[in-house]
T-cell receptor, first 112, second 116 residues
Framework: GNSVTQMEGPVTLSEEAFLTINCTYTATGYPSLFWYVQYPGEGLQLLLKATKADDKGSNKGFEATYRKETTSFHLEKGSVQVSDSAVYFCALYGGATNKLIFGTGTLLAVQP | KAGVTQTPRYLIKTRGQQVTLSCSPISGHRSVSWYQQTPGQGLQFLFEYFSETQRNKGNFPGRFSGRQFSNSRSEMNVSTLELGDSALYLC???????????????FGPGTRLTVL
């Protein structure tokens, strides 16, 4: 079945550092891929998405490119801020059901 | 437009009790999905309702059930609570599933259930 694997956290960075959070997936067909962010005490917010191979999703300085050849969707940001501290979830949607399949989440802690 | 609301935000119950959680979707959204979030299992899909019908179900025991009303509001019920049911329960709404492509799911803040 479909699954998502993302790097374990926590990831601790200093402000203005470069961020990469790895995500790979297993899926039949051509799933859509997403990054969600969860701030403390809140629900999930969609950060960015890509619906087909080679699409690049971007939002708030974050980017991720849908790589079908490596089945990956790594999240990157050139310069993180303290306000980016949160848990990041990679997810996929595919098939005939309205169901998101999530990775385990990666806690990002950005220090001033 | 108001977002997805969930009530209550926090609940404390004891083993063996039952609990009902409520979710009000964004106005106009007809699909409501429920997810369970725990530190050990992460985010897991419980079920999805559309037009008062359960359309999809995750791999949870029958103690977990839900329903949807004609105004698209949804409730989920957990009977005979176990310690392992302690979790954040998230509700998400979307416009019209399976209408071609992905319909973004908008999440509520969740209900934190603690079972003692």
């Amino acid at each position: 079945g479909n699954s998502v694997t993302q790097m374990e956290g926590p990831v601790t960075l200093s402000e203005e550092a470069f961020l990469t959070i790895n995500c790979t997936y297993t899926a039949t067909g051509y799933p859509s891929l997403f990054w969600y962010v969860q701030y403390p005490g809140e629900g999930l917010q969609l950060l960015l998405k890509a619906t087909k191979a080679d699409d690049k999703g971007s939002n708030k300085g974050f980017e991720a490119t849908y790589r079908k050849e490596t089945t990956s969707f790594h999240l990157e940001k050139g310069s993180v801020q303290v306000s980016d501290s949160a848990v990041y979830f990679c997810a996929l949607y595919g098939g005939a059901t309205n169901k998101l399949i999530f990775g385990t989440g990666t806690l990002l802690a950005v220090q001033p | 437009k108001a977002g997805v609301t969930q009530t209550p935000r926090y609940l404390i119950k004891t083993r063996g009790q039952q609990v009902t959680l409520s979710c009000s979707p964004i106005s106009g959204h007809r699909s409501v999905s429920w997810y369970q979030q725990t530190p050990g299992q992460g985010l897991q899909f419980l079920f999805e309702y559309f037009s008062e019908t359960q359309r999809n179900k995750g791999n949870f025991p029958g103690r977990f059930s839900g329903r949807q009303f004609s105004n698209s509001r949804s409730e989920m019920n957990v009977s005979t609570l176990e310690l392992g049911d302690s979790a954040l329960y998230l509700c998400a709404s979307s416009l019209d599933p399976l209408a071609g492509g992905y319909n973004e799911q908008f999440f509520g803040p969740g209900t934190r259930l603690t079972v003692l």
